[in-house]
């Protein structure tokens, strides 16, 4: 066939008209072929673009999780290692806690003396009170009494409080991975001071959607929950389920660090582009890892 067709390229319209009414079927057939191969491909070419709109201006996004210390020690132990795979709960980072078991049970400690010295207080205020209604001791002597007790109990909750910070501050030193994710952008080593708010790594979660800015002019026909096909670049031969999760209230310009002032200067009007938020339908495949920020190519059924 595929020589026949280079043959009826070859030919002009005269000899195409003589082959065409000649007696031959084998040559009718492939005309017959490719004509209706070509009727197939424009039939095609209209519905994908009656049905579908695309846009290859679009990317894989996710959680990331910032990774961070609360207290300021030295790193003793760094248990995982970059692109590691990790379940919530997993030990991250370890920092020096000596210092902070020691404020623990000395803090500890006072709470310990303060309830003694309120348990105490208390006692004497019922004792002052029997002798009071014997008259044996004045008004203003039980009052000091009672006086004494509420300091005593502002001291037992004030000694309460600083034992929960310094607990806190105890269980900071063990820094634990708070979702299921990946480790990424690793930068504490061990021996390493860090001091509070310094990002030490981030957690890239296992979740991963996909942003589509498409034109103004597409989004006539459509809305959450229409059917999506996606590509990703990196797995051209794959075809991912998915659906249309939300549409961005404002298009990317408008939320930009300059957003443009159309009131000032000549005005020139530039189709603008909306973010849309596209939802995988399928769970993740291990043998299709999306990265954060890999190109996509989404197609969405809105007819």
């Avoid at 249309?244 to 200067?265: H, K």
């Amino acid at each position: 066939m595929l020589n026949l067709l280079r043959k009826i390229k070859g030919m002009n319209r005269t000899e195409f008209k003589k082959q065409l009414y000649a007696e031959d079927p084998k040559f009718r057939v492939t005309v017959a072929c490719a004509g209706g191969c070509l009727l197939i491909l424009v039939l095609g070419f209209i519905h994908q673009s009656l049905c579908y709109v695309s846009t290859d201006d679009a990317f894989i996004e996710g959680h990331v999780v910032p990774i961070s210390a609360k207290v300021s020690a030295h790193v003793t132990k760094v248990p995982v290692e970059d692109n590691q795979e990790v379940k919530a709960g997993d030990l991250l980072i370890e920092l020096d806690s000596n210092d902070f078991r020691v404020k623990d049970q000395m803090a500890k400690a006072e709470l310990q003396a303060a309830e003694a010295e309120a348990e105490k207080a208390h006692t004497d205020a019922e004792r002052y009170k029997k002798l009071n209604s014997q008259d044996e001791v004045s008004k203003q002597q039980l009052d000091m009494a009672v006086l004494r007790t509420q300091i005593a109990d502002a001291k037992v909750a004030s000694a309460k409080a600083h034992v929960e910070q310094t607990r806190l501050d105890l269980s900071y030193t063990r820094i634990a991975a708070p979702i299921d994710g990946h480790v990424t952008k690793k930068s504490v080593e061990i021996g390493q001071l860090v001091p509070v708010g310094q990002p030490l790594l981030a957690i890239v979660s296992k979740e991963k959607w996909v942003i589509a800015n498409f034109k103004e002019t597409q989004l006539t026909l459509m809305h959450p929950g229409q059917k999506v096909r996606i590509k990703v670049d990196t797995y051209s031969h794959k075809t991912f389920k998915g659906h249309v999760d939300s549409l961005q209230r404002g298009t990317g310009a408008r939320f930009s660090l300059f957003p443009p002032e159309n009131a000032t200067g000549n005005y020139v009007k530039v189709v603008q582009r909306v973010p849309v938020k596209i939802v995988f339908e399928e769970a993740p495949d291990k043998k299709y890892p999306l990265a954060l920020g890999m190109s996509a190519v989404p197609e969405v059924k809105v007819r």
